[in-house]
């Protein structure tokens, strides 16, 4: 199996910025969320495939390894950027996947400029970084309600303490 066709899903942020213009153009609606997404379980699935419900294309952000650090501490990402990077392509509800150094996605939601802001309904909508730059644009954010007992910490600790499902 050739990985081509996945790779040319995991873009740099100018190419990002290219292929948007094409959707923009034919009209498409973007939809936009972000994550670690360290180890996919089926939490993340439902989540992605109710996101991309909300739109024409959807583009995730991924933490880079360096940030995951930052955020998650040092024994996390458990995979590495690229590991990460190729799972998400390999889902047939995300059509981009773009990597982000930052601690936040602020800078690339506001080069992304999406017409939905999706994030996980363990987020409040007055803490999900990014509402105002959205809804200025005129753009909706959405919470997608989160599947409880479902969560890469959750996995890792079960891995720690020797235990299966």
């Known amino acids: 199996m050739s990985l081509v066709p996945l790779r040319k899903r995991i873009l740099s942020r100018e190419q990002l910025a290219r292929r948007l213009a094409e959707h923009r ?5 973007i939809v936009f969320t972000n ?12 989540y992605l495939e109710a996101a991309r419900a909300l739109g024409d294309v959807l583009v995730v952000g991924l933490n880079s390894d360096a ?4 955020l998650k501490g040092p024994s996390r990402p458990v995979c590495t950027q690229q590991e990460r ?20 996605p602020l800078d690339l939601i506001r080069e992304v ?3 939905v802001l999706v994030k996980g309904g363990d987020w ?6 990014g509402r105002e730059v959205v809804e200025a644009r005129g753009g909706e954010v959405v919470t997608v309600p989160f599947v409880p007992g479902t969560s890469t910490t959750g996995i890792v600790e079960r891995i720690r303490r020797g235990r299966g499902a």
């Open 25 to 29: 153009r034919r009209g498409e609606r």
């Open 35 to 46: 994550g670690c997404f360290d180890l996919i379980h089926p939490g993340h699935v439902l």
């Open 67 to 70: 940030s995951v650090r930052r």
């Open 85 to 104: 990077a190729l799972v998400l392509a390999a889902l047939r509800s995300v059509d981009y996947v773009v990597v982000f150094e930052e601690d936040t």
């Open 113 to 115: 400029g999406p017409d």
């Open 124 to 129: 409040a909508p007055e803490d999900i970084v």
